[in-house]
């Protein structure tokens, strides 16, 4: 390239990661004349198990991988299908068949997927530039000025081998990660009151859960020996740890928690990580032990989770992925958030090429990206000390899953997202959804008792509870016109007001005041044409306390 390339670029994308190159492929996949050009630090191609977050996928952005940019032969074939989440409540127990299993024992039917981020990160730049996206490698951003108004064009100057080069553009899109190059220029970073902090690395070997336990029953609770496909959450009071496989062979390992009671010196180099994981989970670390040879990286995270004031733009900029905000990696929302902002930038850019006027909408989309970040956080601010309790956290993940397949995902899979005028008419289910969603989160985080509760030796099976799994299920099932989306909203926000009140009955005694009135006052909020059709049967998994032995379903 030369030193100036004086004809405007369409679209300028700052980083060829995970959300820069599908942003890429999308735009040109909607607009295959676009001239969309990828500014990259580094070289290509990654290393295989590149080190980076992110690696486990769930609904919203498994779909968009597979069937919105039409990428599911890869994912099929190159990347791992994934066996869901899984839970076990294990903190300083060495034998995992005495703790309680929370998870599927059978894959449900909307696939996810684990991501060998090298893997798929080249074989996205071949795609991109397949469908004609420059990509410059090896470039540093030294310089960005951002225009404002109707006429607005923005300029880019980076560095290549040394030489400076710079373009003029249109839409100036920052996919740099955590650099967060236009956060920093515009001066729009956010703190979000989540203090956690992480720590992770791989190893060059499969750490296999179902070899674990040579107990029978254990071992045939679920389909064959697949737990290891899960995203593994090994669970105490204050952190989580996370297994995921990756299709390269490697296995990775992660440490996320809370600062006040898991401390970020306590594990700020593998040793000490090491030494944490002996004390916490001694049944993980005798298997890292013995594969220290094979470590292949590590790196730490403090205060990861952060916001943003805003990610779009009428002055034609947007931010994607985490170079605009990030939340937790629990529940994998990364790459759902990659996924529902590259298409509310793919939408605005589509228009603008149309010739419409982008204010109004820009400012509609920024705001609800950033109330499913808010939504979203309340799963997490606060909630890290009852990932310990082995009876409140089961109900939790419930209650959590059914917020996430009932609304927000329906929103995704039904192309919903930019369709603003039937959104419009759904705001009250959509307001009171979120409503209901922090009145829960603050009843469990006050129903909780960590340490308190012991739980049996059990499995709770997600696939054996018909609503959930046909909730799951639902995602596939269209297409819908307005007035079946509409009712498919109205049917998930039942759903969450029965489990609601499920819930308040299941903590009986226990009950939690005032946090309890003010969910029954949600509850009470008249709401229009919002089906309450009682499920067959409890929602709830029942108290059982299985031994090895006799190993339980779990529910009734």
Partial sequence: MSTTTPSIRDVTVLGGGLAGLTLAIQLRRRMPSLDVLVVERSQYPVPIATHKVGESS???????????????????????????????????????????????????????????????????????????????????????????????????????????????????????????????????????????????????????????????????????????????????????VWLIPLASGSHSVGIVADQALHPSQQMDTFDKAMDWLERHQPRLHAELDARRHLLQDFAFLRRFSYGCQQVFSGDRWAMTGEAGLFLDPFYSPGSDFIAIGN???????????????????????????????????????????????????????LWDYTYYWGILSQLFFHHRLT?????????????????????????????????????????????????????????????????GFAARIRDGLGLMRQLAREIVQRAGDECPQPEARALLGVLAQPLADVPERPVPGPMLFAEVAATPAQPALAFT
Wanted: aromatic share 10%.
């Fill in 419 to 483: 369709d603003l005028a039937p959104l419009s008419r759904l705001r009250s289910e959509l307001d009171h959804g979120r409503a209901l969603n922090v009145a829960m989160q603050a009843f469990l985080r006050a129903w909780s008792r960590p340490g308190e509760r012991k739980a049996g030796a059990d499995m709770l099976d997600h696939a054996s509870l018909p609503w959930f799994v046909a909730l799951n299920q639902s995602l596939l099932e269209g297409p819908l016109d307005e007035a």
């Fill in 343 to 397: 298409t509310f930038i793919t939408d605005l850019i589509a228009r603008d090429q149309a010739g419409e006027r982008l204010d109004a909408r820009a400012q509609v989309y920024d705001r609800l990206y950033r109330s499913f970040y808010e939504s979203t956080l309340t799963l997490y601010e606060g909630q890290y000390p009852l990932f310990g309790d082995a009876q409140v956290m089961p109900v939790k993940i």
């Fill in 58 to 240: 769930v609904e919203i952005g498994a779909h968009y991988f597979d069937t919105v940019l039409g990428l599911g032969e890869h994912m099929r074939e190159q990347q791992l299908r994934k066996f869901g989440f899984r839970f076990f409540f294990c903190d300083g127990e060495r034998d995992i068949a005495a703790v309680r299993e929370v998870g599927a024992s059978r894959a449900l039917p909307v696939p996810s997927y684990q991501i060998d981020r090298g893997i798929f990160e080249n074989f996205l730049a071949d795609e991109a530039q397949r469908l004609g996206v420059q990509i410059v490698r090896g470039a540093a951003v030294r310089q960005l000025q951002v225009g404002s108004g109707a006429d607005a064009e923005h300029q880019v100057t980076w560095h290549q081998d040394g030489t400076p080069h710079t373009t003029r553009t249109r839409w100036l899109v920052d996919a740099s990660g955590r650099a967060g190059l236009l956060k920093r220029k515009l001066g729009l970073a956010q703190d979000n009151g989540h203090a956690a902090h992480s720590v992770w690395f791989r190893v060059g070997d499969r750490l296999s859960v179902d070899e674990w336990s040579d107990d029978p029953d254990w071992r045939a609770r679920c389909d064959h020996a697949t737990r290891w496909l899960s995203t593994n959450h090994l669970v105490g009071t204050g952190y989580w």
